[in-house]
């Protein structure tokens, strides 16, 4: 059983996403044993709360330096022995102890398909901005493991999604979320799951 924890910051779309995947069977062999958010005010915290789920909130505000949130939240995940993080709208840039610790057992979702509109400054609503400035004709979302760059680690699963003429980012934003972010990221961490990923060389290779 992959025991999970998930890193969130606000609405928790992909984490509902998660958890109904998990219910209805389509996720197996794993577990959503807590979720962590910088965020009090985050809406995902409720949703973990209304499945009965662990949750915390660890906010850098809390602590005196960086230093001591770091060790504060490496400290609440390693207390859960967990064998996959998955960051679902996660916005801390997280302890570069933890990205040492955990190689390949971090996965993101991004609401773009790297390396298009990702890295430093891109994320939430200001990706579909960038998308919609532009114009390409394609978008979607990209899971990936994460390393110690800026949306930088091997991809796992992405997924295209048309851009309409009229959108607004809020439009895009959601049209993102329901045809590819809620799909590739259980799919992602099923495959896991299941050991069907495998990184060789920088690049993971789906195994059948
Ligand atoms: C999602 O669109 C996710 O792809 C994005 O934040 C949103 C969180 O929504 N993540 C990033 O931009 C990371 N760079 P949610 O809280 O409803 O899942």
Redesign the pocket.
């Known amino acids: 059983m992959l025991r999970i924890g998930v890193l969130?910051s606000?609405?928790?779309?992909?984490?509902q996403a998660i958890i109904d995947a998990i219910a209805a069977g389509k996720i197996t062999n794993a577990s959503i044993e807590i979720v962590i958010s910088n965020n009090p005010g985050a809406y995902?915290l409720t949703r973990a709360e209304q499945n009965g789920i662990e949750h915390i909130c660890i906010s850098p505000k809390n602590y005196a330096d960086r230093g001591a949130f770091n060790r504060a939240l490496l400290e609440k995940l390693e207390e859960y022995k967990l064998d996959l993080i998955v960051l679902?709208?996660c916005m801390v840039v997280l302890p570069p102890e933890l990205i040492d610790k955990y190689q390949n057992r971090i996965i993101?979702?991004?609401?773009a398909l790297i390396p298009s509109f990702c890295g430093k400054g891109?994320?939430?609503l200001h990706?579909h901005e960038e998308v919609l400035k532009r114009g390409v004709k394609l978008t979607g979302?990209t899971v990936h493991f994460v390393d110690a760059g800026t949306d930088t680690g091997p991809i796992i699963l992405q997924k295209a999604v048309e851009v309409q003429w009229g959108d607004s980012p809020e439009i895009l934003?959601k049209r993102v979320?329901e045809q590819a972010?809620w799909q590739i990221m259980p799919q992602a961490i099923n495959l896991i799951a299941n050991g069907k990923v495998e990184v060789i060389d920088g690049k993971v290779k789906i195994k059948e």
């Open positions: 969130v606000g609405g928790g779309t992909n984490l995902a679902a709208g993101n979702i991004h609401p891109y994320y939430g990706v979302a934003q979320m972010e």
